[in-house]
């Protein structure tokens, strides 16, 4: 198993391009998440999906779209690049969490974007 | 929405002390509270957890405790090695479609 798969590795974007993160699992995992990892402020949680077809937003949502079209693949669209967006972006995936706990998150190499 | 904080934010221990991080959550529903190690240009990787039906659990050199009642719970690690050095992350969930809430990072420094 390849685990959790990011591309690209590294990106530089000017203000206002628009650009797709790629994110796609091979665990057969029903959760998959997004999130972004500024300095000092852990890792906050962009968009999340329980299944294809169904999406949420989490802490940070505002500038980003997400899809869930198959249960391998959760892209992640940035609409209109913006400064503010520069960050190192983690996918992450789980199982459903059975009775009563969540099941552990497992992460991807990340995505290092940079916008001018 | 859960507050996760994280305490201390940095770190630094002489090879072979022991090594302690706490965390609090404000949500008295979360359950589940697994800990992650992040090197330095790595992915954050599981390290231990603990779910709230149990008060401690330990792996070789590292072991998690969890006080519910006050709502917090701590990372230790014996016998720290340079190579335990990283960022250390808690997070506390619920059973509500695995959403996770990240405390900010500790940065344990493991001087040789």
């Known amino acids: 198993n390849a685990g959790v798969t990011q591309t690209p590795k590294f990106q530089v974007l000017k203000t206002g391009q628009s650009m797709t993160l790629q994110c796609a699992q091979d665990m057969n995992h029903e959760y998959m998440s997004w999130y972004r990892q500024d300095p000092g402020m852990g890792l906050r949680l962009i968009h999340y999906?329980?299944?294809?077809?169904?999406?949420d937003q989490g802490e940070v949502p505002n500038g980003y779209n997400v899809s869930r079209s198959t249960t391998e693949d959760f892209p992640l669209r940035l609409l209109s690049a913006a400064p503010s967006q520069t960050s190192v972006y983690f996918c992450?995936?789980?199982?459903?969490?059975?009775?009563?706990?969540?099941?552990?998150?497992?992460f991807g190499d990340g995505t290092r974007l940079s916008i001018l | 929405g859960e507050n996760v904080e994280q305490h201390p934010s940095t770190l630094s221990v002489q090879e072979g002390d022991s090594a302690v991080i706490k965390c609090t959550y404000s949500?008295?529903?979360?359950?589940?509270f697994p800990w992650y190690k992040q090197e330095l240009g790595k992915r954050p990787q599981l390290i231990i957890d603990i779910r709230s039906n149990v008060g401690e659990k330990k792996d070789q050199r590292i072991a998690v405790t969890l006080n519910k009642t006050a709502k917090h719970f701590s990372l230790h690690i014996t016998e720290t090695q340079p190579e335990d050095s990283a960022v250390y992350f808690c997070?506390?969930?619920?059973?509500?479609?695995?959403?996770?809430?990240f405390g900010s990072g500790t940065k344990l420094n493991v001087k040789p």
């Open positions: 999906s329980v299944g294809a077809g169904i999406t």
């Open positions: 997070a506390a969930s619920m059973n509500n479609f695995n959403k996770f809430y």
């Open positions: 992450a995936s789980s199982k459903i969490g059975t009775g009563l706990f969540n099941q552990p998150q497992h």
């Open positions: 949500d008295s529903a979360s359950n589940y």
